[in-house]
């Protein structure tokens, strides 16, 4: 396949390409590693083999821990995040295996990848259980979302479409967000309580304020609340130079009210809306000028029913209502905008709103000698996208408006015998319906799953499985239609596109020890190899006969006969089902705490093909290699440690090519007692000038970050 690479597009507006299927040969990332001092608790835990003992429901919709799942999971919990005190989701997830992000500087919306897949949805993102399906089109990853991790408590990722129960979108994974909550600031004895934390640091880190307080009413109910500013300036590089516009504020809050009525049923009510501003410019660095205000809302309501002398219900109901929404000013018009008649304080808007519904039981029972937790459920999802544009009319031409309709059903069942014996099978049935303009267009399809597993002696256990899963098109691969801008070319709707389905087989083994080498240690691990071959994948292609327009802005066509020298030739676009792709690897990740430190490890091998073309897929990451290493003090109140990172340069062949990099980080962590604690980290710290694979702009150079958290609480 041939990629469009268009010269110039507005800034703030995303690419409008699909990257084309492409891989490197291989793929090493990291485990997320570490624990920083909370105040509710002065020893120093996580990110080490305790975080695979941490729950998480998001590869099955039931609770387990990460270390029993029978898939490539992983978690990051609240302290691996106040460890490395990332400024962003790229930097909280990029040492997780298989996921990557690619990041746009001058932007602080975020796109992650998964096993090689990304873009349009492929990798579904849930806050609070709430769908992010935002989508700009612009020069960098088509689809993103924003989310400050100072109001997160924990990630939990499931790689590949073995987490089908989630419906369209999930063929790469499944990466589900949980908030801050009043039981991650409060102890259980604990009635109420605020934590403050601040931070600063250097190269563009200038401030985050952090103010989280909470009361519990009783046993019947208890309110949260978190106000959250973060501050930051244009960067330096590893060379010294500051790249651009990569600053940007943010302002948010985040509220929580949970009533329990009864025994074993809990109403809850979450509110989480964010503000940022920033300004940027179009990739090559003189084109148009914007300011960017982006409000982005997620609110949800549910309610659960689970009671241990009610095996047969285990209920979960979810409602929420997600939007966001980008209010670009023009600053400052280049000649081609001003050329349209684009003058400068003229306004376009991208704002998508997604209402959605989650419901699910879990029946647990035994029959014939077998235990079963039989899952049933429904979902549905209906986006709303508008846009305007009185700022050059791109905005409104490549980013469509319409609406799309997801629903879905499913039912699971997990079986267990005898100790050693797991089965889990389910089905999902998928239903999409999308219209704008005089185009609509729906489908609907079934998708299987079966994964065994076997426990043939203590602490160890082999599984497999296979599994479909499947994405629907979006809107603006629908419907865009519209000219690019300089240079100009025509891009065309086709409401005829056909969904995406993934068939993935995969197998892996858990390893769980305790006291090997001396009492209280333990080691933990995960390996899992897969295959997931995709059909029917969706791309940006070219369509019809060449024609000639000139690269001078305004110049008439016809000018072409004239003077061919100034004029080039380009083509009509469209999305198409181009393409087949397979994607193959190995992932690994270990981790071993023997009290006084920790060590971990995580890695992957990975290979992607464009079966059709037998060209590398251009979306997978090249190799990584991580390992940390923390030593604990001072009756564990103070951790020290190093993480190293080297990155192998992008396979060749592929549209962005990078050069290796190796990287060394540092982090501390101290807690006073109870209610004071710091965090001290440096990345980068031999300030190595590099450029991240698939980003525009090199990455920050030596970079400090220091942060005190001061907690009060009564009981």
Partial sequence: ?????????????????????????????????????????????????????????????????????????????????????????????????????????????????????????????????????????????????????AFLAQADITRGPVTNIYGSGAIGGVVAFRTLGINDILKPDEKYGVLQTIG????????????????????????????????????????????????????????????????????????????????????????????????AGTYTLGYRFNRPDAPLFDLSVKTYYTETKNIQTLLAPDATYAALGAVAGAKATDQIGTFGFDVVNTARFSLANTDHAVSVGGDGAWDHVTTTDAAGGFISALTPSGNRALTGAFIQDEVRYGGWLRVLGGVRYDNYQLNGGPYSSGGDHISPKITVGVTPFNGVEFYATYAQSYRAPTITETLISGTHPFPAFNILPNPYLMPETAYDVEGGVNLKYDDILRAGDKFRAKIDAFDNKISNYIDMEAVGPAYLVSFIPGMPSSVCSRAPYLCFPIQSYQYLNVARAEISGLEAEAAYDWHEGFASFSGTLIHGDNVTTGEPLNTVFPSRFSVTGGWRFLDQTLTAGARFTVVA?????????????????????????????????????????????????PSPGLTAKLSVSVKFAAK
């Fill in 1 to 149: 396949m041939k990629r469009l690479v268009s010269a110039r597009l507005r800034p703030g507006v995303r690419r409008f390409v699909t990257p084309h299927l492409v891989a490197a040969p291989f793929v090493l990332a990291a485990l997320p590693l570490g624990a920083a001092a909370q105040p509710a608790n002065t020893q120093q835990t996580g990110g080490d083999a305790s975080d695979f003992d941490t729950i998480n429901v998001t590869a099955t919709k039931t609770e387990e821990k990460t270390i029993d799942t029978m898939a490539g999971a992983s978690v990051v919990t609240r302290t691996d995040m106040q460890r490395f005190q990332p400024s962003s989701i790229a930097d909280m997830l990029q040492n997780v295996p298989g996921v990557s992000s690619q990041q746009s500087a001058n932007d602080p919306g975020q796109s992650i990848n998964i096993r090689g897949v990304q873009d349009f949805g492929r990798v579904n993102v849930l806050v609070d259980g709430a769908r992010q399906d935002y989508q700009i089109s612009g020069h960098n990853a088509n689809g993103t979302f924003y989310l400050e991790p």
């Fill in 649 to 697: 340069a992008s396979a060749s062949g592929v549209t962005t090519p990078t050069a290796s990099y190796g990287l060394v980080d540092l982090f501390a962590n101290y807690a006073y007692n109870d209610q004071i604690s710091s965090a001290l980290t440096i990345t980068n710290l031999f300030n190595r000038n590099y450029i991240q694979y698939l980003d525009s702009e």
């Fill in 200 to 295: 600063a640091g250097t190269n563009g880190q200038n401030l985050l304020t952090s103010t989280a307080g909470g009361v519990r009413i009783g046993s019947t109910a208890d309110l949260f609340g978190q106000f959250v500013y973060r501050n930051r300036s244009s960067y330096s590089d590893g060379a010294g130079n500051i790249v651009p516009d990569t600053g940007s504020d943010l302002v948010g809050g985040l509220a929580k009210l949970n009533v329990r009525p009864a025994d074993g049923q809990e109403i809850s009510a979450t509110a989480l809306t964010q503000n940022y501003q920033f300004a940027n410019q179009g990739t090559s660095g003189d084109g148009p000028r914007f300011n960017n205000d982006v409000t």
